[in-house]
């Protein structure tokens, strides 16, 4: 039956899985409360081995589809529950009446060069600054940033050893001016190495939580009047365009981005693109 301490053992189980997969923290996070939301969704009387594949696509329907939750995270929530069925009980789900969506591509919103100045400039914390300049500079995801090691820091080489989705390792560029922060905080917090990594975290935690930092730029999208589509990840949106618009290389971009798919730069493409000076076309009559 749905009772806490089946739900309790049915989702450590899918917790020790995926950990033995390599799958991310935040993965493991999201995943988490997609099944902690399911579970609780049914009464503890609910045979939720046997629950029928209509039932689960009423869940669905009433949780997600009802609300206009967007696709991404309506397939992040199908692909959680198959996975626990998978896990939980060795059953695979209909996937033609569970079906995942296609995802809309949308163009990155990126922040603007003079915009990420002005930010940088006023914040006094010097936390904060590294934490912006690795993603604007180094083209670093919130979870990289967190979980920078000192380690990694390549100074001499002028890189930084990245450790990105699914556990693999990458390298990308580390400006001067980035390393004159990373100094500059090092010796301020007087960093013991206790846990290795740079953005120590509190309450016994090794490294800063993403969230702390996804919090502070929240909270400048309000004091500067941010576009509401602006979120920390557009610094590293910023860093592929910039770094295009000054004839930087897609492959080399590729591989510090740590994509998989060349698809997945191209897109940076349109928005390195200069429409005030293409060749061929006189827009003064």
Avoid at 15 to 38: C, H, M, P, Q
Avoid at 52 to 62: A, H, L
Avoid at 84 to 91: A, R
Avoid at 216 to 242: G, I, M, P, Q
Wanted: some cysteine; glycine content about 4%; charged content about 25%.
């Amino acid at each position: 039956m749905n009772n806490e301490k089946n739900k309790n053992k049915w989702v450590e189980k899918c917790v020790d899985t995926l950990k033995l997969s390599g799958r991310s923290e935040r993965t493991i996070i999201n995943y988490k409360s997609a099944w902690n939301r399911f579970l609780n969704y049914f009464d503890e009387d609910t045979n939720i081995k046997n629950l029928d594949n209509n039932k689960i696509v009423d869940y669905f329907k009433d949780m997600l589809i009802s609300k206009n939750v967007c696709a991404d995270y309506y397939n992040l929530n199908v692909c959680a529950i198959r996975y626990f069925y998978s896990v939980c009980f060795e059953i695979e789900l209909n996937r033609k009446l569970l079906p995942t969506t296609k995802l809309r591509k949308r163009i990155p919103t990126i922040l603007e060069k003079d915009i990420f100045l002005k930010i940088f400039n006023d914040d006094k914390h010097l936390n904060h600054k590294c934490w912006l300049i690795l993603a604007f500079c180094c083209g670093l995801r919130v979870d990289e940033v967190a979980t920078l090691k000192i380690e990694d820091i390549i100074s001499s080489e002028h890189k930084l050893k990245v450790l990105g989705k699914g556990n693999k390792e990458r390298y990308t560029i580390l400006p001067d001016i980035v390393i004159k922060f990373l100094r500059l905080y090092y010796k301020d917090k007087c960093i013991t190495k206790r846990t290795g990594y740079l953005f120590e975290g509190i309450d016994n935690k090794e490294h800063v939580n993403p969230k702390t930092i996804t919090n502070y730029f929240t909270s400048l999208k309000e004091k500067y009047n941010l576009n509401d589509n602006v979120v920390f990840h557009s610094l590293r949106h910023a860093f592929a365009t910039y770094y295009l618009m000054n004839g930087g290389d897609i492959l080399a971009l590729k591989s510090m981005l740590g994509h998989k798919s060349i698809q997945s730069t191209i897109i940076y493409l349109h928005l390195a693109q200069d429409f005030n000076n293409l060749k061929g076309i006189n827009y003064h009559g």
